[in-house]
């Protein structure tokens, strides 16, 4: 094989590798994008759009987001587009969505969607930091989008948020909180240390009662037997449209002989998606506060 044939091959093979990113950035360029057509096949990439102030065209799952996640509203004009895994690719591809976004390893294939429209990604937590993480996919998306100066203007209003709530929890004292949600009549979700809400807890100097194990998102499922476990901690939680099934827990009584139910440290709270990103954060500031915030 003489020279010249040898690096058109390392051209070649080298053009091949690249592709994906090439075609990546002949996507990405904010010009191309309308605004107006983009879908979010999962909740993470709707609520970074909807900080930015756009209004989705199609988002996956709209009976579910308004059970898990409930704040904030999704727009009356939004066209459900399937489920979050398995969305309705038929439905996407009569759409002609200008751009879609979705959560990294969920849902189909990067090269399946390729075929629709072009897109990307983004990914929840690096395990340790989730909010860090939104706070950076709400700028990349900026950018992606030119809405740079929107990103950062909701960066600062999400700060000065934060900064607003902390004296309500000055006075609390040292009791760690429990955060829990109901699952089935028998397990419950509980959020540790690397949850998307530990920074806000840090923030206001509240303990974290869970420091047990649990996985890259967060949360862990456990058995209700296992919060009997939970001597002296103020217990909050989330519930999402199963009303029948907590009422019928709070009548058992293993229920009934939880320290924090007898001790009257138990509340239950309105759903806040629990792998969001900073809107999410501030809806749990809100129930948060209205909670415990004031109180000792």
Avoid at 13 to 26: D, R, V
Avoid at 49 to 55: F, I, R
Wanted: some cysteine; overall charge neutral; aromatic content about 10%.
């Amino acid at each position: 094989m003489n020279d010249s044939l040898l690096i058109s091959r390392r051209r070649l093979l080298t053009a091949m590798a690249l592709s994906p990113l090439l075609w990546q950035m002949k996507g990405a360029g904010a010009a191309t994008i309308d605004p107006q057509r983009i879908v979010a096949l999962e909740w993470l990439p709707v609520e970074l759009l909807l900080a930015l102030g756009v209004k989705p065209y199609g988002v996956a799952d709209v009976l579910n987001y308004k059970m898990w996640v409930s704040e904030p509203p999704l727009p009356a004009s939004v066209i459900d587009v399937g489920l979050r895994t398995e969305p309705n690719l038929e439905l996407l591809t009569e759409m002609k969505p200008s751009y879609m976004f979705w959560s990294a390893g969920y849902g189909p294939s990067p090269e399946k969607l390729a075929r629709i429209a072009p897109g990307r990604g983004f990914n929840f937590s690096d395990g340790k930091k989730p909010l860090a993480m939104a706070r950076q996919s709400l700028l990349e998306m900026g950018e992606l989008l030119g809405m740079e100066s929107q990103a950062h203007a909701h960066l600062d209003h999400f700060d000065a948020f934060v900064a607003a709530h902390k004296p309500r929890f000055a006075q609390r004292g040292s009791r760690p909180l429990l955060m829990v949600s109901l699952l089935d009549a028998r397990h419950v979700l509980v959020f540790g240390p690397n949850c998307l809400f530990q920074q806000i807890l840090d923030d206001y100097g509240i303990v974290n009662a869970w420091q047990g194990k649990t996985n890259f998102w967060g949360s862990q499922v456990v058995g209700i037997d296992r919060l009997g476990e939970f001597k002296d901690a103020d217990v909050i939680c989330f519930d999402h449209g199963n009303d029948i099934e907590m009422q019928k827990l709070m009548a058992t009584p293993l229920w009934q002989a939880m320290p924090f139910v007898r001790a009257q440290r138990f509340q239950r709270v309105p759903a806040v998606w629990f792998y969001g990103a900073t809107l999410s954060v501030m809806n749990f500031v809100r129930i948060l506060d209205n909670a415990l915030g004031g109180k000792a």
